[in-house]
């Protein structure tokens, strides 16, 4: 691609993420993504999907696929994500993302996406049996970020490379078809407490809901009892707490579950680790209990409440799909011009 710095973009501020509706969502999605969301949304406009499209870049039970979308936005709502001021929705009810990622499709380039580690990750040894979309979705990321122009998008460190192929599809769309500053080269949001939760029972693993042990996680709709009893379980090692960070960070299960004290209570990692150096979990892990069950059981408590009666969720999930379309059509119909398709209204 030509090596040009990129004309500035001139549009407003707007933040866009998604979590995919492929399962329970757990601690780690709440501390590395959702806690952010609700952050975020006082600071610009803010998009928020439920990645469905994405979800069944592997195989997802049809019948369960629909009540996992209503769970992810349950634990939206339910977290402080407000529908008035954000919009909540879910992917595939607003066609424009598909659309502009076949346009992007035509715009990436192999090499690009061979570079793409979580790929070959997922994929393992049976890349051939693959589903072309898995290899692909970091194309329909491109196209989430860029229907709606979001000049910021909140990211792990694991997606960081994928927004890098979205500023590299961006400024070769604005380059290939005259177009300098039309599509945002987008910034990551990847600062804040507990933007990476590790497994509790691997700490160099991150905590996931395809992990098959359940104890590896604690899941928003975990009771106060089962929230309690995997800090218990948790893994850790027989020494007592270190005095400083560098000496945590040689051990992972500990660092771990420092690290979600801390972004639990809103505090310094180096905060809380000096309040409890020197205890053992013997003390530690009641402290740290007692804080996830207080936090966490309201979350759990209401999204029950609202997955019992979804009528709720549907409606703030139409009125995001009106918004997400408002903004994501223009964009798409803007794009069609400048690649030069027929337009049937002119």
């Given at each position: ?176 078809f005259g177009a300098p500053g039309f599509f945002p080269i987008t910034e990551p949001v990847i600062e804040g407490p507990g933007a990476r939760i590790m497994s509790l029972r691997d700490g160099a ?9 359940d104890n590896s996680r604690i899941n928003l709709l975990d009771e106060a009892d089962a929230i309690a009893q995997k800090i218990r379980k948790a893994k850790t090692d027989p020494e007592p707490l ?105």
């Amino acid at each position: 691609m030509t090596e040009t710095a990129p004309a500035p973009y001139a549009g407003p501020k707007r933040i866009l993420s998604g979590v995919q509706t492929s399962g329970s969502l757990h601690l780690g999605n709440y501390l590395g993504a959702i806690v952010k969301f609700v952050r975020l949304q006082e600071e610009a406009e803010c998009f928020y999907f439920l990645a469905d499209l994405h979800a069944i870049t592997v195989w997802q039970d049809p019948a369960k696929l629909a009540g996992q979308m209503r769970e992810v936005a349950a634990a939206f709502i339910a977290s402080g994500v407000n529908p008035n001021k954000a919009a909540i929705f879910p992917q595939s009810a607003v066609p424009e993302h598909a659309e502009l990622a076949w346009i992007f499709n035509c715009v990436a380039r192999l090499g690009w996406l061979d570079r793409m580690t979580q790929f070959k990750e997922k994929s393992g040894q049976h890349k051939e049996r693959s589903s072309v979309g898995l290899y692909t979705y970091p194309v329909l990321q491109a196209a989430d970020i860029l229907v709606y122009k979001a000049t910021h998008v909140p990211v792990g460190e694991d997606q960081k490379q994928h927004l890098e192929l979205t500023r590299d599809i961006a400024q070769k769309f604005n380059n290939d078809f005259g177009a300098p500053g039309f599509f945002p080269i987008t910034e990551p949001v990847i600062e804040g407490p507990g933007a990476r939760i590790m497994s509790l029972r691997d700490g160099a693993a991150k905590m996931s809901k395809s992990d098959p042990s359940d104890n590896s996680r604690i899941n928003l709709l975990d009771e106060a009892d089962a929230i309690a009893q995997k800090i218990r379980k948790a893994k850790t090692d027989p020494e007592p707490l270190p005095e400083t960070l560098d000496e945590l960070k040689l051990r992972p299960e500990a660092d771990n579950l420092v690290g979600i004290y801390a972004a639990l209570a809103g505090r310094p990692k180096a905060e809380v680790l000096a309040q409890f150096t020197g205890q053992g979990f013997g003390a530690f892990k009641p402290a740290l209990a007692e804080l996830a069950v207080e936090r966490m059981r309201p979350i759990g408590d209401e999204m029950r409440r609202l997955m019992a009666d979804p009528t709720e969720i549907d409606k703030v999930l139409k009125a995001g799909v009106e918004k997400a379309r408002a903004v994501a059509g223009p964009v798409v119909a803007e794009t069609k011009t400048l690649v030069g398709f027929w337009d049937a209204k002119a």
